[in-house]
């Protein structure tokens, strides 16, 4: 199936504004960019974008929850998903600003009537968030992580995937990774394993009937 019609003109200006924040961040100092890292977009990476639309894909993927929206990147993927697979994407985020510019992305892809906005506390809209879940993309603060996946396991179907973002990197995220995949590791019907790309993502698959 050939993708959305804007999805390539809406890809080329995310890459766009990476590489010109790319150039930018260079010239701040670690402790400058830790207090602007909210302006830079910190994408997942093509990569695992096109990773998570395969992924969904072989799933047949119908719900699909995002867990850290940020300025749209990882949506883009996940939309072009639902829309081959007939189903939605969920996608959370505590930022108004950073939401309406992932919106307008979206729209400029042809993509915004795949996606349902949840703007606010995660932790807390979550627990309202319909089952089964099909597919979830974690990607937000990192001590989050862990309460987060046991609002939504109880919620995630057989063959629920879940996949967690920067395993590896950054460096100050690895020890709220290795608590993550810990935690996910307890769970008797759960099947995970950890992949070299992009920042390292975390697969994790709920098992049974």
């Known amino acids: 199936m050939r ?5 390539e003109r809406t890809l080329d200006g995310y890459r766009l504004r990476m590489r010109e924040e790319r150039e930018k961040s260079l010239s701040l100092s670690p402790e400058e960019f ?9 994408p997942v990476g093509e990569e695992v974008g ?6 969904a894909i072989g799933l047949q993927a119908k719900r699909i929850v995002e867990l ?19 189903g939605r994407v969920a996608t959370y985020d505590l930022s108004t600003d ?17 996606i349902d906005w949840r703007c606010g506390d995660a932790l807390e809209m979550l627990r309202r968030e319909e089952a089964p879940i099909d597919l979830v993309l974690l990607d ?4 989050l992580y862990v309460p987060s996946f046991e609002i939504f396991y109880p919620k995630l179907g057989p063959g629920a995937v879940v996949v967690a973002d920067n395993m590896y990197q950054p460096e100050n995220a690895r020890a709220d990774a290795e608590r993550y995949r810990k935690i996910v590791r307890t769970k008797k019907d759960i099947e995970a394993v950890t992949l070299p790309i992009g ?3 975390d697969i994790a698959r709920r098992t049974g009937s």
Do not use: C, H, P
Request: proline share 0%.
């Open 34 to 42: 830790s207090r602007r890292r909210d302006e830079f977009l910190l």
């Open 50 to 55: 096109e990773f998570l639309i395969d992924l």
């Open 199 to 201: 920042n390292g993502v």
């Open 68 to 86: 850290g929206t940020s300025y749209g990147f990882s949506t883009l993927y996940l939309a072009e998903a639902a829309r081959r697979t007939g």
């Open 3 to 7: 993708r959305a019609s804007g999805f």
């Open 98 to 114: 950073k939401q309406a510019y992932a919106r307008d992305r979206m729209g400029e892809a042809g993509l915004g009537g795949f």
């Open 140 to 143: 937000i603060w990192k001590d």
